[in-house]
Structure formats: structure tokens, C-alpha cells
């Protein structure tokens, strides 16, 4: 059109074009700007902040090392101290459920921009589960300190830490992803997964040590499904391996669990982005 | 010439739910599934837009323009044809783009920036002129919540238009906000048709996008009406709407129609008002009204009496009159006929008036036929200042300059 290139002239000129990111750098600069988001709503207006990702599990150490510890009776694993015990089971553990309960809600808690602009939507179930491995990472930091107070040794199989997180983190983005898309067409999802990590969290070897009660699980119809659930369960792996690096100082020994673990990840990534893409066809409308 | 937005049979299908399974409980244990129907909210439209053009979408409420507009944002997914878009592209839908309230403008600033696809840099460099243009330079640092919808509106806009878009689309929103930031709105809008940036515009107001548009689409309940030149679109638009209007204002018109056969078999034929000025379906307060009722029974009506009510809108009955009231008594009718109610000057005030007439036996006091219109007439004040729902006659007294007092009366 002539007319409208001979105009265009003046106002063009004065005025530079705004840069365009690529479609990767693009995605990722959302995705910071999401997380830098999601990390600072957690603790928005907290006066102790950042310091909550290191309380609530303490506390829950707390209470979980009186309760079944001293009151019902389990023990640790011999020569071990039962606080440091819990505790490693239970930031794996934390970061496991906080991720799938932020993430199922990824998508609803962002209505009002679902319906407004069009955009990777995925980034927001992403960055929520990234928040959560923020928490976790700074609880880990603040872990060190702890384990040297309670003289646990702290030595070379640490290096297995951050594989292992990034394993746990797959496992949390791929249900993750099936859990935010899936909470838009069927709201009970959100306040299920709480529940659901409830009882999960008590079918994971995090209070009670896996190696006293490994023998229940040859025995009888129970123990047989018990055996099938309690191995079947990637966190068993996960939080067996934490306990292996922080409480025995030593190097994760279940590695047939966590290929399994990681096979799982790799499958439950690839189901979860095909079931989002799928889903989010009527994100807008339905949420 | 290139085409910037393609859309080719675009179709989209909305579910209405009369019963939703949402919870477990629904889902589980009452097996019950969503029951739904589908409509087409928008239905095989098809349309380009070159580059640097200003497209108007037009409708009336309700005909799928915000709906095509979302499929042209890729917010909805179509559920036939497709859309495509070349180019950045924003969106202003509704009122705000989005935002989370708990967070302040400024943040809301960077976060829309990143969804848009803008790096935080450019961000640093035009936050300023952001603010500026949003005029919330003491608010900026506030949560979004506490803003006003002016506010968020003026944000939204702001944020938008400085994304730079090679295609920006709009939803009616130039509607909100005061007239100053409207017109700056509309400054910019020309400035970037001038840059030759494409916009897409939705509206209902005619004479908006008949300024604004170089082509234009008109749809109505989803559908596809007319496209091409903004004129052509807009004339025929606008007398489409002109036609509703005369249409809805027939319905408050002289002839009221009348009713299916009562008791006995009695029927009201028809009621017609006339004016002063003959037929009419508005009237001025102190104007001569008269309504004739036509009817028709089977055989004479013995002991019959015809009532009338005048009653405000949705309220109670103002005036009701019958003919025994007139010592007319009961009447012996032939089996057909027309009775006349003559209200020689109309003393209601401003305001739409229901009518109801019935036909009634004497003795029982049983009705044989009603017509009862809701909004039968409409009647303006005039010049005068009198508000309420009859003009009641009155005087005023008042002590003049001179010690002898001076009467002003009303003329009603």
C-alpha cells in the first residue's frame, strides 16, 4: 500500500522498533519473570520470609521425631540420629508434594491472564514447580548448618544431590502438568492432591526407616501389596537416596530404583505435555 | 500486499452447561455426566487484513465479536477452520490485560512485557513512558487491586501500546475511562495507523469504527453479514439497528393486538389508541387519549362491563375505570361491537405506561377477557418540570415584591 509507506515515514523514524526475543529466549524470560513471581508470592508479607522453607519442615521434624520417634516408638536406622534421619526424607518429600499442590493449581490461580492473553500457558505450571525447587534449594543450603550441629558426616556423596533433584523435579513437572490442566475441567483436583500427598506421605519410607520394615513385605497378602505399592512409589527411591547421602554419608544404594525413577520422569514428562496440550484447548473457556 | 491476519472459515463452539459435574461426589458416586448443549458462537467467517489497515469488527451485543476476536488472539482455539497472525501482536480484551492483583503496576508492568515477549531491558527503557502515558505515576508502586477500573484500563491500554505490536487488537475498551485518556487513546490509535502498524478493532458503536476502519465486518449471531468497505458495512449496520429499534418501538405502538376467546367464548378483537395527532405510540402529559376496544362473543353479552387500567411500568395500578362506573350498568351488547375510553387530557407524567382492559360480567364480577399490556404507551413531560406519575392540578402562593400578593397557578 503506497499511501500508507509514504506516511509511515516520520513515525517510524523517531521511534526505534522494540527488540523481539526468539521463541527459546522468549519462553525464558517469561519463565524467570514467573518464577521471580511465584518464589516472592510464597513468602509475600511474611516477616520471617525466606526463613518458612526452613521452619515448616523443622517443626514437622520436630513433632514427627516426638510423636512416632519417642511416643509410638519407631527407631532409626542403628547409630543414627532419628532427627537428621526425618529430615533428609522429608525436604525431598516436601518438595515433592509442595510442587504437585502448587502445580495443580498453576493454571486456575492464573485465570484472569489464561483468559486474557495468549501465551505458553505450560510456563505457568513450569515455573510453579520451580518455585518449589527454589524452596527446596534453600532449605537444603540451610540443611548444612543443621548437619553439622547434629555432627552427621557430610563427605563426597553429596555430588549425588543434584542429580538426584533433577530427577525428583522431573517426576514432579510431568504430574504436575497432568494435575494443572486437569484441575481447569475438574476443580476437586486441587483439594484431592492434598489429601492424596497426605497418604502418599505415609506410604514413603520418610518416618519410618525402609530397612526395619523391608521384611514385612515378603509376608502374606498385605505385605504383598504393600511391597507393590511402597515399590512402585518413585519417592521411595528418591527419599532412600536423600537418606543415603545425608544420614549414611554415602552413596545412593537403590540405583535400581531410581532408573526406574528416572525412566519414569522421562515417561511421565512426555504424557503430562501431551495431556496439557491437549487440555489447554479450552483453557479459556472452561476456567 | 501481504496479508497479516488470515482467517478462513473460522468456527467456534461453545458448551452451555444446564448441569455441571464438577465435584467428586457428582462424578463418582451419582455417575452423572455434564449435560450440555453447543451452540456456534461464531460460524464460518472468513476474512483478511492487510498490512497497516484498520479492521473494525461490528455487532450488536452478544453476536460473537469478542469471541472472533479471541480466536484472532489464540486465546480460543477454533473449533473449525483456522486463524493466522504474522507478527507481535497485543491484545486489549476487556478491561485490564490480566493482571495480578496482588502484585503493584510496575511489577504487573514486567510481567506483561515478559508474556508479551518483550526482554526486560526494553522494559527498563519504556517504563517510564508507561507510567507516564497511564497517568499513575504516584500509584505505580501500588497493588493493582486497589485500583480504580479507570485506572486498570489506562494501565492495560498503556502497558499495550508500548509493547510496540505489529498487530494490535481491541475490545471495546476505548468505552472506559474519562474523555482526556479516550482521546489520547485515539491520538496514538491514528499515530500507529500512520506507522502503518495493523489494528483491529471491535465495537458496537458505529460511528467509532466508521472513523477508525478502512474495512469492516459485520457479524451477527456469529455469523457473517457483510465485509468490505467501512461505509457500506456501517450504513447497512446501522440500518439493520435502526430497523430493531423502529421494531422494538412498534411493540409500544398504537395497535396493542388482542386477545385468543375467554369464558363463553368472548374475545377481545383489538385495542387501538389514538392521540390527538392520530395514531401514536407516545403521547404528551395534558393530550387527548382515547383507546377503542374492539370485541367479539358468540352471542349478545347481557350484564357485561368493560374496565380499564392504566398502571406505571412494573407498578401499581394508577387508574382503573369501569363502565358502571360511568352509570352505565350492566350492558346488553350485540355480539359485536367497539367501546371507546376517551381521556381528554392525559395527566400522567413522563414514563412508560402499561394498560390492561378486561371484559366482566356484572353480577359475578367474573372476568370473560383480559388484553394486559406491560408497556402500552410512552408519555413525555414536555416542557414541563413536574415529576412524579400524574400531574395532580395545584396553585402556588408566594409573597411578591408588592405588598399584594400574586397568584401563579398551574395549567394543568
Request: aromatic share 10%; proline share 5%; hydrophobic share 45%.
Amino acid at each position: 500500500m503506497a499511501s500508507t509507506q509514504a506516511l509511515r515515514g516520520p513515525g517510524s523514524a523517531s521511534r526505534p522498533r522494540a527488540p523481539q526475543s526468539g521463541p527459546i529466549a522468549r519462553r525464558l524470560e517469561l519463565l524467570s519473570e514467573l518464577v521471580r513471581r511465584d518464589v516472592r508470592a510464597r513468602y509475600h508479607g511474611s516477616v520471617l520470609g525466606i526463613g518458612w522453607t526452613l521452619i515448616n519442615p523443622l517443626v514437622f521434624m520436630m513433632v514427627y521425631a516426638v510423636v512416632f520417634g519417642d511416643i509410638i516408638g519407631i527407631k532409626g536406622p542403628s547409630g543414627k540420629s532419628y532427627a537428621v534421619f526425618i529430615l533428609s526424607g522429608l525436604l525431598a518429600w516436601t518438595f515433592f508434594s509442595q510442587a504437585l499442590v502448587m502445580a495443580a493449581s498453576s493454571i486456575i490461580a492464573n485465570s484472569g491472564v489464561v483468559r486474557k492473553v495468549a501465551f505458553p500457558w505450560m510456563l505457568l505450571t513450569v515455573s510453579s514447580v520451580i518455585a518449589a525447587l527454589v524452596n527446596f534449594l534453600i532449605s537444603l543450603v540451610l540443611l548444612v548448618p543443621f548437619m553439622i550441629l547434629a555432627k552427621a558426616p557430610v563427605g563426597l556423596p553429596l555430588l549425588a544431590i543434584p542429580p538426584l533433584v533433577v530427577v525428583t523435579f522431573g517426576l514432579c513437572l510431568g504430574l504436575g502438568l497432568m494435575l494443572a490442566a486437569g484441575s481447569v475441567y475438574f476443580r476437586d483436583l486441587q483439594y484431592l492432591i492434598n489429601l492424596a500427598t497426605m497418604i502418599w506421605f505415609y506410604l514413603t519410607p520418610v518416618i519410618w526407616p525402609f530397612t526395619r520394615y523391608e521384611g514385612f513385605f515378603r509376608h502374606g497378602t498385605i505385605g504383598l501389596l504393600a511391597h507393590i505399592v511402597v515399590y512402585a512409589n518413585p519417592m521411595t527411591w528418591i527419599v532412600l537416596s536423600f537418606q543415603d547421602v545425608f544420614v549414611f554419608n554415602r552413596w545412593p544404594q537403590h540405583w535400581h530404583g531410581l532408573i526406574y525413577c528416572t525412566v519414569l520422569a522421562v515417561a511421565l514428562i512426555w504424557l503430562g505435555i501431551r495431556v496439557f496440550r491437549r487440555l489447554r484447548r479450552r483453557f479459556a473457556e472452561e476456567i | 500486499m501481504d496479508s497479516v491476519i488470515t482467517a478462513e472459515s473460522l468456527a467456534k463452539r461453545f458448551r452451555i452447561y444446564h448441569q455441571r459435574s464438577e465435584t467428586l461426589k457428582e462424578v463418582l458416586v451419582d455417575r452423572r455426566r455434564s449435560r450440555y448443549e453447543e451452540f456456534w458462537a461464531v460460524n464460518d467467517i472468513s476474512f483478511e487484513v492487510p498490512e497497516g489497515q484498520t479492521f473494525g469488527i461490528v455487532g450488536a451485543n452478544g453476536s460473537g465479536k469478542s469471541t472472533l476476536l479471541k480466536c484472532i488472539a489464540g486465546i480460543l482455539v477454533p473449533d473449525r477452520g483456522r486463524v493466522s497472525v504474522k507478527g507481535r501482536m497485543a491484545s486489549l480484551l476487556e478491561v485490564g490485560a490480566g493482571f495480578h492483583p496482588d502484585y503493584s503496576g510496575r511489577e504487573n508492568i514486567y510481567l506483561n512485557g515478559a508474556i508479551l515477549g518483550l526482554p526486560r531491558r526494553y522494559i527498563n527503557s519504556v517504563i517510564d513512558e508507561i507510567v507516564g502515558f497511564a497517568e499513575l505515576e504516584q500509584f505505580i508502586d501500588n497493588p493493582v487491586r486497589n485500583y480504580s477500573s479507570g485506572m486498570y484500563t489506562r494501565l492495560g491500554f498503556s502497558i499495550a501500546i508500548h509493547m510496540d505490536p505489529d498487530v494490535l487488537l481491541i475490545d471495546e475498551v476505548l468505552a472506559v475511562g474519562d474523555e482526556s485518556f479516550q482521546r489520547r487513546c485515539m491520538d496514538h490509535i491514528e499515530g500507529m495507523r500512520r506507522e502503518g502498524r495493523t489494528l483491529v478493532f471491535v465495537s458496537h458503536a458505529a460511528e467509532t469504527v466508521r472513523k477508525l476502519c478502512d474495512r469492516c465486518l459485520w457479524i451477527d449471531h456469529g455469523v457473517q453479514r457483510a465485509a468490505g468497505r467501512t461505509g457500506d458495512v456501517v450504513d447497512a449496520y446501522i440500518g439493520e439497528v435502526n430497523r430493531h429499534e423502529t421494531e422494538l418501538l412498534r411493540a409500544i405502538s398504537a395497535d396493542l393486538g388482542g386477545s385468543g376467546p375467554g369464558w363463553m367464548g368472548v374475545r377481545i378483537a383489538g385495542v387501538e389508541m389514538s392521540g390527538s395527532e392520530g395514531e401514536f405510540n407516545s403521547i404528551r402529559t395534558g393530550e387527548e387519549l382515547s383507546i377503542r376496544i374492539t370485541y367479539q362473543a358468540p352471542e349478545p353479552l347481557r350484564g357485561a362491563r368493560f374496565r380499564a387500567s392504566f398502571y406505571p411500568a412494573g407498578r401499581d395500578i394508577l387508574l382503573s375505570t369501569r363502565t358502571d362506573d360511568a352509570e352505565l350498568g350492566g350492558m346488553s351488547l350485540p355480539p359485536e361491537g367497539t367501546v371507546t375510553l376517551t381521556v381528554p387530557q392525559v395527566p400522567f407524567l413522563d414514563g412508560v405506561y402499561g394498560l390492561k382492559v378486561e371484559i366482566e360480567d356484572i353480577t359475578s364480577g367474573r372476568q370473560y377477557v383480559e388484553v394486559d399490556r406491560p408497556q402500552a404507551f410512552r408519555v413525555q413531560g414536555g416542557r414541563r418540570f413536574e415529576v412524579g406519575l400524574a400531574l395532580i392540578g395545584h396553585r402556588w402562593q408566594v409573597p411578591a415584591a408588592d405588598p399584594s400578593a400574586v397568584e401563579v397557578s398551574a395549567t394543568g
